[in-house]
């Protein structure tokens, strides 16, 4: 585990962090804040959310408001995705990007209503989205905008059991609220409670956003834990979350998208609206030509664990990519990884290798994602 | 936790059952637990020269790669075959579950290595 820049004492913290110390959970710097990375174990917290329910603290992920008339047209500039497509109570999965098309974050976009929108954006890039937002559409017309990021607790609650589970926890009837899709309803008895059906696990599941103080946050965490506890609930930290979305291939900003990556290498186009309307980044994105190097899945072939930061080699030992992020992966037990690789070398079956702590060991270009959950009638995508 | 009396540790949490010529080496439970779900070991093989304070290999978590530093100066003997396909062996028993035998070069150095309680006294004020 590696220790961030601040100290314990500096690094923040989310109104549940008492609670993850009463747990026991396993702390550790993420992006500055002090957050739990596994409770009982990384394997047995990611296949809880595989098999049954896991629940996770999020709120250090930030929350930013759009309102007013100019709300969709600023959103639009900033935002690589086609947020008119969004009816009121859908989300989608969207990208800002900088004027040369590489990364400033990833970011759910939610429609409330025409001159209402969340986004919802990653914890290590809370300050630098909002300066962002504010230079590129502060002065837009008929647009307010508020960070309300410390305002949320946000719960994840993941799983094949996630719907049973959160149905003991309010009226609202879930099976009408599609992937993507997002209602309010009241929840543990707080009114008004956002509750959207996303995540970043693979699995279906929700996530609810409850005010932050301390005895909301904590009475919430340990009636879901409940409500769990029958189905086999198990409380999840950053580790799992890591391995689950890596199993999913969805991206963790940092790693497969980032201020160095373009939106063409990245492969997440199919998120945005290039070549249909304009968007920060979409100029530079159409002159540029294709990418000379992609994003790929692979799985290891020979004994070993690729991990972030490896050095990718062709067979005959030259350096050639590096793995964006590569881990065990608990559910297929195997070792996989994402990695940027030359576009020659990108067709499925592809081999390659990994320089694991000097020593190359093969691995072979996989088709994306590693893990696709079987769909449910409950939860169909939008 | 009980650490054995039997053994010797070091402060990178590894120990060493000396008895005679042959030594066990293997990491505390205070490592594996530190570790989480161990998935990999990189052993050195039969024959291979170990130095007293070097890196020998590593062990894999999920999260993270852990080295591995020699308690002693010798020559591998023997490894421990069970922890290529079952390596959680490690957590579930860590001083019971030894990585390699080691035939060791000099017996003294295994006498300058800390007891169990001085390892146990060592980690409390690790984890304060």
Known sequence: MSAGPLSPAALRKTALYGVHRQLGAKMV????????????????????????????????????????????????????????????????YSAMLYPQGTFVDDVLVHKFSNNDYLLVINAGTR??????????????????????????????????RAQDTLSKLTAVDLSTVKNYWFTWGTVCGLPNVLIARTGYTGEDGFEIYIPSDEPTSTRVWYEVMEAGEPFGLLPCGLGARNTLRLEAAMALYGHEISEDITLLESGLERFSKLGKSDFLGSQALLAAGPPKRKLVGLEMIERGIARDGYKVLSLEGEAIGYVTSGSPSPYLKKNIALAYVPVALTAPGTEVAVEVRGNPVKAKVVPTPFYRRAKKPAAKPA | MAYPATYRYTKEHEWIEAGGKIGKVGITDYAQNTLGDIVFVDLPKVGSSL??????????????????????????????????????????????????????????????????????????????
């Open chain 1, 29 to 92: 710097d993420f992006g500055g804040w002090d957050m739990p990375v596994e409770y009982s174990g990384i394997t047995a917290e990611h296949m809880a959310v595989r098999t049954a329910v896991g629940l996770f603290d999020v709120s250090h992920m930030g929350d930013i408001q759009f309102r007013g008339p100019g709300s969709l047209a600023a959103i639009q500039a900033l935002s690589m995705n086609d947020a008119s497509k969004l009816a009121d109570g859908q989300a989608q």
């Open chain 1, 127 to 160: 300050e630098k989205d909002y300066q962002w937002i504010r230079s590129q559409v502060g002065s837009f017309a008929g647009l307010h905008i508020s960070d309300y990021s410390d305002y949320y607790t946000q719960l994840a609650i993941q799983g094949p």
């Open chain 2, 51 to 128: 130095e007293k304070g070097k890196v020998f290999g590593s062990v894999e978590s999920v999260k993270a790669v852990s080295d591995l530093y020699s308690p002693i100066t010798g020559t591998v003997t023997e490894v421990n075959e069970e922890l290529a396909t079952a390596p959680e062996k490690i957590n579930t028993d860590a001083h019971g579950a030894w990585l390699l035998k080691v035939e060791i070069a000099d017996p003294k150095e295994v006498d300058g290595l800390l007891s169990a309680a001085d390892y146990e006294k060592f980690v409390k004020e690790e984890t304060h």
